[in-house]
């Protein structure tokens, strides 16, 4: 079955990176973009971003340009999120989900808080 | 960017009642690349109803989608225990992909 596990709870200084991996199995990894969405404590979500595994070509929100790098390594079929210049606001869950150009998103991956503080 | 905007913002009803969430587009989202997620507290997103209106595997059918162009609707025909939950609209047709704020539905 499919599956995205994605790693740990991270707490991390103000001005610091933050690397979130999603590590799926189940399906052929390089088949489906993963993207990535965000969702503070009581607010709503927010795509930050795509992968295309295959090709490793990216796409992001505007609002993540210049933060947010997404990569993947395709032996461990595993995507990763890193965001850098952590700042308090950037305290949320972060989803990986599994889906291509015009697919909805089935597949969720189980969150990873990220808590920014000082 | 289409902005999606879900009315109400809470819905106060009771088991076995109807419930009608709206979801409208500031443009009008590509060959109805619309769809609903449920999400419960402490839990991912859990896809109900994508593109055409189809309901995701698993999905029970007193949940049904409808709309096109700029106004979408889900339905929820009774409302069972475990359909208290907050509901997200998406569109998936354009970049950058955009979620309505959500409605809350709560027990009355």
């Known amino acids: 079955q499919v599956q995205l596990v994605q790693s740990g709870a991270e707490v991390k200084k103000p001005g610091a990176s933050v690397k979130v991996s999603c590590k799926a199995s189940?399906?052929?990894?390089?088949?489906?973009?993963i993207n990535w969405v965000r969702q503070a404590t009581g607010q709503g979500l927010e795509w930050m971003g795509r992968?295309?595994?295959?090709?490793?070509?990216?796409g992001y929100a505007q609002k993540f340009q210049g933060r947010v790098t997404m990569t993947r390594n395709t032996s461990i079929n595993t995507a990763y999120m890193e965001l850098s210049s952590l700042r308090s606001e950037d305290t949320a869950v972060y989803y990986c989900?599994?889906?291509?150009?015009?697919?909805?998103?089935?597949?969720w991956g189980q969150g990873t808080l990220v808590t920014v503080s000082s | 960017e289409i902005v999606l905007t879900q009315s109400p913002g809470t819905l106060s009803l009771s088991p076995g009642e109807r419930a009608t969430l709206s979801c409208r587009a500031s443009?009008?989202?590509?060959?109805?690349?619309l769809a609903w997620y449920q999400q419960k507290p402490g839990q991912a997103p859990r896809l109900l109803i994508d593109?055409?209106?189809s309901r995701a595997t698993g999905i029970p059918d007193r949940f049904s989608g409808s709309g096109s162009g700029t106004d979408f609707t889900l339905t929820i025909s009774r409302l069972e225990p475990e359909d208290f939950a907050v509901y997200y609209c998406?569109?998936?047709?354009?970049?950058?992909?955009?979620f309505g704020g959500g409605t809350k539905v709560e027990i009355k």
């Open positions: 989900a599994r889906g291509s150009y015009g697919q909805s998103w089935y597949y």
């Open positions: 189940g399906y052929t990894f390089t088949s489906y973009d």
């Open positions: 992968m295309n595994p295959n090709s490793g070509n990216t």
């Open positions: 443009q009008s989202v590509s060959s109805s690349y």
């Open positions: 593109g055409e209106s």
């Open positions: 998406q569109q998936y047709g354009s970049s950058p992909l955009t």
